[in-house]
């Protein structure tokens, strides 16, 4: 596609269900990051995903947070038993490799209710 | 450990005006510089970047001022409008590996 996609772009969910947020990176990209940015903050890293491996996954916060990609394309964020503090907007970027650019889908925002 | 640290948290200029935003970094390794903007409701869009071999990059009206011994760089926009009123983000890395942002700086320019 022309740009990183996100699904879904609004998710509500009650405290300790599991949700699932979707990544889909510019066609040939190899590198994929995930990063958190809670309500006027800046951005926090998550996880990097260097073709289907994740290289750096120092970001995660707790064992709650996976992530994985398959096909070298779509990546998938879940968190189990959701907590209110992971009430934020969730955003995936894609680059071509190491040394560019990020370009940045809309973000999912996550709201644990 | 915060690595990046950015300032002013928001800044408030006149049309046409200059605004300035500075940030920090720590690490001596970080060797990729970007600028982010970021509209409400949106991702981070790449502005404009730089390497520490350079001191100045200027593309449109956004200038990259960079400072290797102080560890500092900055984004000045000349003749602001309102258009670029949103949020503004520095950012480093090394080697091209993941990005660490700084905590932003919301720009409003008013007409």
């Known amino acids: 596609g022309a740009g990183v996609s996100q699904s879904p772009s609004n998710k509500v969910t009650e405290k300790g269900k599991d949700v699932e947020l979707r990544c889909d990176p510019i066609?040939?990209?190899?590198?994929l990051y995930w990063y958190r940015q809670r309500l006027g903050q800046g951005l926090e890293f998550l996880i990097y995903?260097?073709?289907?491996?994740?290289?750096?996954k120092s970001g995660l916060p707790s064992d709650r947070f996976s992530a994985e990609r398959t096909g070298e394309s779509v990546s998938t964020l879940t968190i189990q038993r959701t907590q209110q503090e992971d009430s934020a907007v969730y955003l995936c970027?894609?680059?071509?490799?190491?040394?560019?650019?990020?370009?940045f889908g809309s973000g999912t925002r996550l709201t644990v209710v | 450990q915060q690595q990046v640290k950015q300032s002013p948290q928001s800044l408030i200029v006149q049309k046409g005006g200059i605004p300035i935003i500075n940030c920090a970094y720590e690490n001596t390794a970080f060797d990729y510089f970007p600028w982010y903007q970021q509209f409400p409701g949106k991702g981070p869009a790449l502005l404009i970047a730089i390497r520490p071999d350079v001191s100045e990059k200027k593309e449109g009206r956004f200038t990259i001022s960079f400072n290797k011994s102080a560890k500092q760089f900055s984004l000045h926009i000349m003749d602001s409008q309102p258009g670029d009123s949103a949020t503004y983000f520095c950012?480093?890395?090394?080697?091209?590996?993941?990005?660490?942002f700084g905590a932003g700086t919301i720009l409003r320019v008013k007409s």
């Open positions: 970027a894609s680059s071509p490799g190491q040394g560019f650019g990020y370009t």
């Open positions: 995903f260097q073709g289907n491996s994740a290289p750096d």
């Open positions: 950012a480093a890395s090394k080697s091209g590996n993941k990005l660490v």
């Open positions: 066609s040939g990209h190899t590198a």
